[in-house]
């Protein structure tokens, strides 16, 4: 048996299984475990691709069970910690309003009706994750680029908020609590994410085919820039980076077009 072959695969399998482990983690209520885990599995995800170009042992299974496992760690996950993320936040605006009006039977009604129209919308991000996998399994376009925000940045944007919660409540003076625990935002936010999943804009993969810098450029740039802001920033980075990497990747297909077109 080629052991060699299995490897992508058993990297593939791993970061499935960090995905069990998050969602696990997220229903008990330990979003920062479950950060950490989808942090993990996204190494994993990144490695298992990279190693088998590598050892140029891909294939149709490898292909197949990639979708599966991300589908599991960056589709259902995300749905989730937004899930508890809205739950938990509506929860807070309801004590602070309760603390500055008289609490009424009919208010306590109104509002939990309301609610129950809107507390399954974070998995809006689960429904349009799924329709990105599969539109990524079909699209000969997205051979070496994306069409779409990736399901990975996707969650690790979502999965950075219980961090930023947790040890960075506030920044240069700023609340972020006040952002990132307004119930608003957090639908705003799975609305924006989950179009962006599916929105025809282009965007470069980290696909290293070599390791040289022509090539490579905008590549290394993202990397040396992300690894700067996290240094220097943290958690909070995360969501400065996923627009990084999309500013970066206007600018690339702009410069790509203007290459084209003097061609």
Avoid at 59 to 80: R, Y
């Amino acid at each position: 048996m080629n052991i060699k072959k299995h490897i992508p695969n058993l990297l593939t399998c791993g970061n499935l299984f960090c995905g069990c482990l998050a969602i696990t983690s997220a229903f008990k209520g330990d979003l920062i475990l479950t950060a950490y885990l989808v942090g993990i599995a996204a190494v994993l995800d990144f490695f298992d691709g990279f190693v088998a170009r590598l050892l140029q042992v891909g294939g149709e299974l490898g292909k197949q069970l990639d979708s599966l496992a991300d589908m599991v760690t960056f589709g259902v996950v995300p749905g989730v910690v937004m899930y508890h993320l809205l739950g938990h936040s509506w929860l807070e605006m309801c004590k602070d309003y309760q603390n500055c009006q008289p609490v009424a039977s009919h208010w306590n009604s109104s509002i939990n009706t309301y609610y129950s129209y809107v507390e399954y919308i974070p998995f809006l991000i689960t429904i349009f994750s799924c329709i990105r996998l599969a539109k990524f399994n079909i699209d000969t376009r997205q051979t070496n680029a994306f069409i779409g925000v990736p399901t990975p940045a996707n969650t690790l944007l979502i999965c950075s908020i219980p961090l930023i919660n947790e040890f960075q409540p506030s920044v240069m003076g700023i609340n972020i609590l006040n952002i990132t625990q307004n119930v608003y935002f957090l639908i705003g936010l799975t609305v924006v994410m989950s179009y962006l999943l599916v929105a025809e804009i282009p965007l470069f993969a980290m696909k290293f085919k070599n390791f040289g810098w022509p090539n490579n450029k905008m590549r290394y740039s993202f990397l040396i820039i992300s690894v700067i802001l996290l240094i220097l920033f943290h958690f909070i980075a995360i969501p400065f980076i996923l627009f990084l990497y999309i500013l970066l990747s206007f600018i690339n297909n702009r410069s790509t077009n203007t290459k084209t077109q003097e061609n």
